[in-house]
């Protein structure tokens, strides 16, 4: 099995510290590591460095190797520009295809997520890796979330696997959409709705014959990569599209692990204040508070920070920009990242 971290957003939900020239898999969340840091190593108890690839920007390639000096240049892949998720998957595959690994097993690693225990992570890896050999069939990962949550993508589970051990396998049934609420609320509450969490595994090859048959204008200029074409030049031509225009059919065939590994997606502050909370690890120097609590504060070392009265608030101080903010209007903060944009202050970007 091939790991290729994913890495090449920014993170506007966590601005004012995820940027254009610091995003948040980049930004010392926990414990003083980045996300990246936290996944790489975690991979590295499993894999050797030459066997890790990464995808992601030319800014970002060097925000790696930065953090990771150990990783061969030769394994990492960058992107010439920003053409969303499916052309991204595809070159994925068509790289691997061009470097001889066209029928091994690879599977895509999100950055901004971390997964504990990591055993559980592993055997996960390893079952992907056996039946991607044995059956051909796109493999993926879903949990069940606690209630509906949307803007996600589920996939309803058919029958049991067998055969597969410890790790659960389910065969796909149905793929819903983000914005089927009610359809995914009926199957929560029958056990069958596992919410998408992005592990997809296949073989170059494979991958590279389902985008042919599902998306044409992507296949051509993909498979040049693979030859040996100039990656500038073909992966302009694609046009953008989230690689789920190819995956949601061809799971139908699919196979789906419900893994047992909790997964923890850092979209916003709540959800980071959150988890260094729960682990114990948020412990501020220099934050003084009267009559409050639950409150969460990033500030440069040496400032001192006082509140008073303040419930469930979030305070992000970069020096050059201040974010206060209840908790759950953490999903918001997007919106202000526009308004910078709408305002020209590429600075703050």
């Not at 690994?101 to 890896?125: A, G």
């Not at 056990?191 to 992005?198: F, P, Y």
């Not at 509140?307 to 101080?317: C, K, P, S």
Request: proline share 5%.
């Amino acid at each position: 099995m091939i790991p290729v971290i994913i890495c090449g957003g920014v993170g506007s939900k966590m601005w004012p510290e995820s940027r254009q020239k610091s995003p948040k898999q980049f930004l010392p969340l926990v414990n003083g590591k980045s996300l990246f840091e936290i996944n790489y190593e975690t991979l590295r108890k499993k894999f050797a460095a030459s066997e890790i690839f990464l995808q992601t920007n030319p800014v970002q390639a060097e925000m790696a190797r930065k953090q990771k000096p150990e990783m061969p240049v030769e394994n990492i892949f960058i992107e010439p520009e920003m053409r969303n998720q499916g052309p991204a998957t595809g070159m994925a595959a068509a790289m691997l295809y061009k470097l001889g690994f066209k029928d091994e097993p690879f599977i895509l690693i999100q950055v901004d997520v971390l997964r504990e225990p990591e055993e559980e992570f592993f055997k996960m890896i390893d079952q992907c890796d056996e039946l991607v050999r044995k059956d051909g069939k796109l493999m993926t990962g879903g949990y069940k979330p606690p209630f509906a949550m949307m803007g996600c993508d589920y996939l309803i589970r058919g029958d049991k696997v067998e055969g597969t051990g410890e790790v659960v396998v389910w065969r796909m049934e149905k793929w819903l959409g983000r914005d089927t609420k009610e359809e995914v609320e009926s199957f929560l509450k029958d056990g069958r709705a596992l919410l998408h969490s992005n592990h997809y595994a296949w073989t170059p090859r494979l991958m590279l014959e389902a985008i042919k048959k599902r998306k044409a204008e992507w296949y051509e200029p993909l498979m040049s990569i693979a030859n040996g074409g100039d990656v500038a030049t073909e992966y302009a031509k694609m046009p953008k599209g989230p690689i789920e225009e190819v995956t949601k059919f061809e799971m139908e065939e699919g196979l789906v692990v419900e893994h047992a590994f909790k997964w923890i997606d850092f979209g916003t502050w709540e959800s980071v204040a959150k988890y260094l909370e729960e682990k114990g690890m948020y412990q501020p120097e220099d934050v003084e508070e009267i009559e409050a609590k639950n409150n969460f504060v990033r500030k440069p070392r040496g400032k001192y920070v006082a509140l008073i009265g303040m419930e469930d608030t979030v305070v992000i101080d970069t020096g050059d920009a201040l974010l206060v903010m209840k908790k759950d209007q953490s999903g918001k903060v997007g919106q202000i990242v526009d308004k910078l944009k709408e305002k020209g202050r590429t600075e703050l970007l």
